[in-house]
Each structure stands twice: as C-alpha cells, then as structure tokens.
C-alpha cells in the first residue's frame, strides 16, 4: 500500500509539474567565478552577474506563476537564440540599438550600464607616459584589446581600430578576455562595468584595475534591458508588470544589494 501511495504521488507530481507553463530562460555566462570571492572592497561575499541575473529571473517566473527552465551559455548565443525562439527570455544585459530592435523585443529597463578599460598597473603608467596624459579609449593609439565578440564594446573599437591603429582581439567569455590580460597578450580590456567588477573582485590586489570612469557614449552604456521573441507582446507586457511589481515592493533593490555594492544602477 506505501509503494502504491508513493506511486502516486511520483505521478500526481509530474503531472502537476507538466501543466505548469514554464519560461525558457537563457542566461548569459560569461562572469563564472569561485563560489566566494573578496570584493573589491574587502567584503566576502558569493555571487556574480549571472547569478544576480538568474535570481532575477526567478523571481519574474515567480510572479508569472510558470517554472523557470534556465539555459546557461556565452553571451554571443542568446540573442539568436532568442531571435529563433529557442527560448522566452534573454538575459545577457543588453543595451538597447536598432539593430537589435530588428531581431528581438526589448523589456522595460532593469538596469544602467557603463563600460570600462581593464589594465595592469605596468600597461596603465606605459600608455600614460607614452601618450602623455591620462589613459582613455578615445586617445588609446597602438594598444591591443580583447573584447567579448558580439557585443557593443567590440562594434565600438572594431569602428575606431583602423584610425587608432588597435589590434581587437575578440574572445567568447569575458574569462577568456581576463585571461589574455594576464598573460600579457592585449595592453587593456574594453568590458561591461558590472560584468567587469564580479571579475576583478577575484583578481589578487595589484593584478587588473579599472582604467579611467565608467564611459556611456560611443554606444558603451545606457539603459539595461531583457529581450523577448518580437511577436509575443503578452509576454513582454507580463514581464514588464513582474519588473514594475519588484520594484515597487522593494525586491529588486534588495537583490541588487545582495550582489552589488554599487549606488547607480537605476
């Protein structure tokens, strides 16, 4: 009789499960890191961009009552992916362009983003002696990059490469764009701030440093968004509703503290 009620309640189960709608989420993972790193500022504390941005995204199937189904994957793969209605949801932190309107549609902003130069304390005093002044992306001449492929950051200098004389090299990850810093294969990273910070949050003091403040022009900041297949306004407005209810009770200000001890993400 135990086993047949465990049978049961195995099936009643399932199929509770099975007509639950469930949300097909691809996620950016590009920040891997350690399960606890130090921060920046001395704090220890676990998490990073994508683990931020999945815990979000569990709370938006939350409020749309449906199961969460998360796909992690670089961050190159979501937009087609999306586009191709592989998957409901996007969250790679994407800025919002018209070429991008094209393929895909755009929530309501969840976040502002900034890209930053990545450097060696050694490549920063290099470029700045040599140049004279202090170190900016729109100055850098003769300097080699890495960049994630597909994003903004690597449109920008692949259209100012050939006038500053820049070797871009594009990586997947942002992991691997680190790693040609380290090894001393690029002068400086062009990356997302916040993508950036869980990063360097795990690199030894004196290893890679922020170059300069956050830069929004040349298309390397603005307003973060998720992106949705383009013919399904149901789901775009119900996703805009959870990211307005969050908001408004508070949830999403806590979860970005949880990650994130930076004041400017509105």
């Given at each position: 009789m135990r086993r047949f009620l465990l049978f049961f309640a195995v099936l009643f189960s399932a199929a509770l499960s099975a007509e639950t709608p469930a949300l097909r989420v691809a996620l950016g993972s590009h920040d891997v890191l350690p399960p606890r790193v130090e921060s920046l500022h001395g704090a220890s504390r676990s998490g990073s961009l994508a683990e931020f941005n999945e815990e979000l995204a569990r709370?938006?199937?939350?409020?749309?009552?449906v199961r969460c189904v998360v796909s992690s994957m670089p961050f190159a793969e979501i937009l087609p992916g999306v586009e191709a209605q592989r998957y409901d949801l996007g969250f790679g932190n994407y800025l919002r362009t018209p070429e991008r309107e094209k393929r895909v549609a755009f929530s309501d902003p969840i976040l502002r983003s900034s890209s930053r130069l990545i450097g060696s304390r050694e490549s920063i005093r290099r470029f700045a002696s040599r140049?004279?002044?202090?170190v900016a992306i729109e100055r850098l001449r003769r300097a080699r990059l890495s960049v994630v492929g597909a994003t903004q950051q690597e449109a920008y200098l692949n259209s100012v490469a050939t006038?500053?004389?820049?070797?871009?090299?594009?990586?997947?990850?942002?992991?691997?764009?680190?790693?040609?810093l380290r090894e001393g294969k690029v002068d400086?990273?062009?990356?997302?701030?916040?993508?950036?910070?869980?990063?360097?949050s795990a690199e030894p003091d004196g290893g890679l440093e922020f170059v300069g403040p956050g830069v929004t022009?040349?298309?390397l900041g603005g307003t973060v968004?998720?992106?949705?297949?383009r013919d399904d306004d149901g789901l775009r407005k119900a996703v805009n509703e959870a990211i307005a209810g969050l908001r408004a009770d508070g949830t999403y200000h806590r979860i970005v503290r949880r990650f994130f001890p930076l004041s400017s993400l509105d």
């Open positions: 709370e938006i199937c939350r409020r749309l009552k140049e004279g002044q202090d006038a500053q004389e820049l070797t871009v090299s594009a990586t997947k990850t942002m992991s691997e764009a680190f790693a040609l400086f990273a062009l990356l997302p701030v916040l993508s950036a910070y869980t990063l360097l022009q040349f298309g968004h998720l992106i949705m297949p």
